[in-house]
């Protein structure tokens, strides 16, 4: 292994040809694939096989000029492509953490792009302008935190860069995300390899059709991955065989037994300029560190011991691109071999043989103090490479004790080589931005019965009444603009379901049935609020399915204890968060310290992770601290937050119906052409309904249950204060396969949960309900509405939910007929 391990070895063997043997797995395509990329076993339930690149730098230690040759090159194609006028005007986008360098790579091959990459550090100071999730992958969330939000708001073509395109799952959800907001003409997506089956192929170009939007791709090299229907087993069983043999680096040479010497190489990185894209990196920027780099790989240099002939720059995770240009400079300062590569998150097995891409892993701690909290971080291809010294350059974000301690990374590698260089570039950190111009005062909020059927004391609505503004739209009209990508669904509302007479008796049942326990989850999960949060919480409902939640707390704490606690209702819209204006208004008025959100129920925790996010962005863009962006639930079938009543997956009646049981609001609308930046987000007030108004009928019935069910309040919520009510979210990880086992690939369109699946009947186009088998009354409301619609309820086993709704995931008014019905792909 003195030249590093390459996807052709010394003999001719193809560094994938083990995994290939073992798990039936077969590579085709272009003459180059095999000399590109090798193959591993991924420590990965979701995915069994990995394609290793052997020219991106971060499995395989790599020469650096050939690793930034390959997207230089790229990026040159793009140009060559979109042509210089509208290369001039593109913006580039590479995806966290393996395309971090190949995205920069290829913005400097375009010429003058701006470069942005996908991040999953959270940066104090930095707003989100958007995120997406990668199903596939170990850590599926992306942040875009752009320095300056106008990046991604030009009109000019958007490059998304990623070192490899398999299925094409997470370009659809970043275009599908972007697009939303910052919608374009022209997207080209770049990557060294396209594995796409024709079916995934033909998916992103009818994606493309549908948004109306120019998609190119351009590759190094494209081919197939055929596997075994049974892949994944038995790439899991060939996992837990080889796991406890691995050769691993770390494993052959104790903790500190290594004779290696740790020394620090001071950069003089240039002030001002960004580590990385993370923030944003200009053109200007660019110069600045191509005229410093010389200087920098000089120091490097000098500090390197006389005589090392084979040296390794080892980047860290998403910062490639700093240690990359580094390594290019130094590589022809030096005399020495110089091979680059960098850390990583992704658990993969190591195999020591030659046919296999990752021959041996060092394994240590994370030592970012990264936002999910610890965990195992790997170099591989490291140990026994035969390499004189190792340059291991870091952001100092992530110079702390844990990198230094026995057992961190740069132990491990002294245990490797005899010595280890540490270079350390300056984390960026944009300024906050300067907050925008304000007005004074914001409205009251709107009480009824001038807005909603709820008497004034029991909510107050931070909303604008909308109702005069035609809004509605038929929701077969609504669904297809919403997945082509041209509309939100917050900038129309669905025609109000007008429920039949047998519709109307089967709430009435299931209330009946239901009040009880209903009226047990109010108590727990108010007096649980009482208990941790606040004395004299500030009850905020996220409108509209919060709000008769939210008012029966209310009235739970003014029964149980005399509390006349406030109440109002705000907006939170997905993918755009929570209204801005509603949250100054409440800061103004009340501490942010005891404003507690309320909503109905969990599905697979969207909302939550809205919530958090944007009281994140608020308090930076504001200042404004203190809000708590823990959820209080009647009930949390998800498993996605503390403050519970019940984690039971049952009919909440309030599900079953529409504004006749939301106090005759409508949801929550935000559009530009109504919304203004001084503006509460809208809504409507259907007066017109109230002849079928069940609100406040439905408020009294569980209320009336109050003192039947106080002594098992009591008992309720003592256990659950003293459980482990931590959150496990089982019910996103069920989201995430069924999305893939049926084909949808968009977690958006699976909506777990009784309540849920009840709003995908009544708003969306469905297109199957899944049951879990033996469920009982609590779906028959479900069964009634599938029934009417011609949606299909397929019972399954082992259902971590009662039901799910999957929404129709390819929706055009022609799929669905002039019925609306629901239809089988």
């Not at 409108?543 to 707390?553: D, E, K, Q, S, W």
């Not at 504001?622 to 937050?641: K, M, Q």
């Not at 969306?764 to 049951?771: G, I, T």
Request: proline fraction near 7%; include cysteine.
């Amino acid at each position: 292994m003195s030249e590093g391990p390459r996807a052709e070895g010394h003999d001719g063997v193809w560094t994938g040809s083990w995994v290939a043997e073992r798990l039936g797995v077969e590579l085709t395509g272009d003459d180059a694939l095999t000399g590109m990329l090798g193959l591993a076993l991924r420590r990965n339930p979701k995915r069994a096989h990995l394609l290793v690149s052997n020219v991106l730098g971060k499995h395989v230690p790599q020469s650096p000029s050939v690793v930034y040759g390959h997207g230089v090159a790229l990026g040159r194609r793009v140009r060559d492509l979109l042509g210089d006028g509208q290369a001039d005007r593109a913006v580039v986008l590479g995806y966290a953490e393996t395309a971090t360098g190949l995205g920069h790579s290829v913005a400097d091959g375009l010429g003058h792009a701006p470069y942005l990459h996908s991040t999953r550090r959270p940066v104090d100071g930095v707003a989100r302008a958007g995120g997406f999730e990668e199903s596939h992958s170990h850590a599926t969330s992306h942040l875009l935190l752009p320095e300056d939000p106008a990046l991604l708001a030009g009109d000019g073509p958007l490059v998304l860069v990623d070192d490899e395109f398999s299925t094409g799952n997470t370009v659809l959800n970043t275009v599908r995300a972007l697009h939303e907001r910052y919608p374009r003409r022209r997207y080209v997506v770049v990557a060294l390899v396209d594995m796409r089956s024709p079916a995934d192929a033909a998916r992103l170009d009818a994606f493309a059709r549908e948004i109306g939007a120019r998609v190119d791709l351009v590759t190094a090299a494209s081919g197939r991955v055929r596997l075994p229907e049974d892949v994944l087993e038995r790439g899991q069983a060939l996992v837990a065989r080889h796991e406890p043999e691995q050769a691993e680096g770390a494993a052959t040479t104790p903790t500190g037994a290594g004779a290696g010497v740790v020394r620090r190489a001071d950069l003089g990185w240039p002030h001002g300029v960004p580590d990385g894209g993370r923030h944003g990196f200009t053109p200007a920027r660019r110069e600045r560190l191509e005229a410093a780099l010389p200087g920098m790989a000089a120091r490097i240099a000098k500090a390197l011991p006389a005589g090392a002939r084979r040296v390794l720059v080892l980047g860290f995770e998403e910062l490639m691109y700093a240690p990359l240009r580094l390594a290019c400079e130094l590589e022809r300062t030096v005399g020495a071999e110089v091979r680059y590569s960098t850390t990583t998150r992704s658990p993969v097995l190591a195999v020591d043989d030659p046919g296999y891409a990752i021959r041996t892993r060092l394994v240590f701690p994370a030592h970012d103090d990264p936002a999910d909290g610890p965990g195992e971080r790997y170099a591989y291809n490291v140990a026994g490479a035969g390499f004189d010294a190792v340059v291991a350059v870091v952001d100092s974000a992530a110079d702390t004790p844990a990198l230094h301690a026995p057992g961190g990374l740069l132990d491990r590698l002294a245990a490797h080589t005899p010595h280890v260089l540490l270079a350390v570039v300056p984390s960026h950190v944009p300024g906050a931005p300067t907050a925008p111009e304000r007005p004074p005062m914001l409205p009251e909020p709107l009480r009824g019965p001038d807005f909603s059927s709820y008497a004034p004391d029991e909510v107050g609505w931070l909303l604008q009444d909308l109702s005069a503004v035609r809004l509605e739209a038929p929701t077969e009209e609504r669904e297809e603009a919403v997945q082509r990508g041209g509309a939100h669904y917050a900038e129309s509302l669905p025609v109000e379901y007008q429920p039949s007479e047998e519709y109307q008796a089967l709430f009435h049942a299931a209330l009946e049935a239901s009040a009880d326990r209903l009226a047990r989850a109010v108590g727990a999960v108010t007096e649980v609020v009482l208990t941790e949060r606040s004395p004299r919480p500030v009850l905020v409902s996220l409108a509209r399915a919060g709000t008769p939640v939210g008012i029966l707390m209310r009235r739970w704490a003014q029964y149980r204890h005399g509390l006349d606690l406030p109440h109002y209702a705000v907006s939170i819209v997905r993918g755009r968060g929570i209204d801005a204006n509603a949250l100054r208004r409440l800061a103004a008025d009340h501490d942010p310290a005891d404003v507690v959100f309320v909503d109905g129920w969990t599905g697979k925790g969207a909302i939550t992770r809205e919530l958090a996010a944007a009281l994140r962005d608020f308090e930076e863009s504001d200042g404004i601290t203190g809000f708590d962006p823990e959820i209080a639930v009647l009930a949390d079938p998800g498993s996605c937050v503390r403050t519970y009543g019940t984690r039971d997956d049952f009919l909440i009646p309030s599900a079953c119906l529409n504004s006749t049981v939301s106090g005759l609001i409508s949801r929550t609308v935000l559009r530009a052409d109504l919304v203004g930046p001084h503006d509460y987000h809208g809504a409507k007030f259907y007066r017109e309904l109230a002849g079928a108004d069940l609100s406040v009928a439905f408020l009294d019935a569980v209320s009336a249950r109050f003192p039947d069910v106080a002594d098992t309040v009591d008992a309720q919520a003592k256990e659950l204060l003293a459980a482990d009510r931590t959150p496990t979210w089982e019910g996103w990880a069920a989201v995430e396969r069924i999305s893939e086992e049926y084909g949808i690939h968009d977690v958006n369109l699976v909506k777990p949960g009784v309540g849920e699946t009840t709003r995908v009947m009544l708003r969306r186009v469905p297109w199957k309900v899944l049951a879990r088998a033996g469920a009982g009354t609590d779906l028959d409301h479900v069964r009634l509405l599938a029934e009417q619609r011609g949606v299909p309820v397929e019972e399954v086993a082992d259902l971590p939910y009662t039901c799910v709704g999957l929404i129709h995931p390819r929706y055009t008014r022609g799929a669905t007929g002039a019925d609306g019905k629901a239809v089988t792909l």
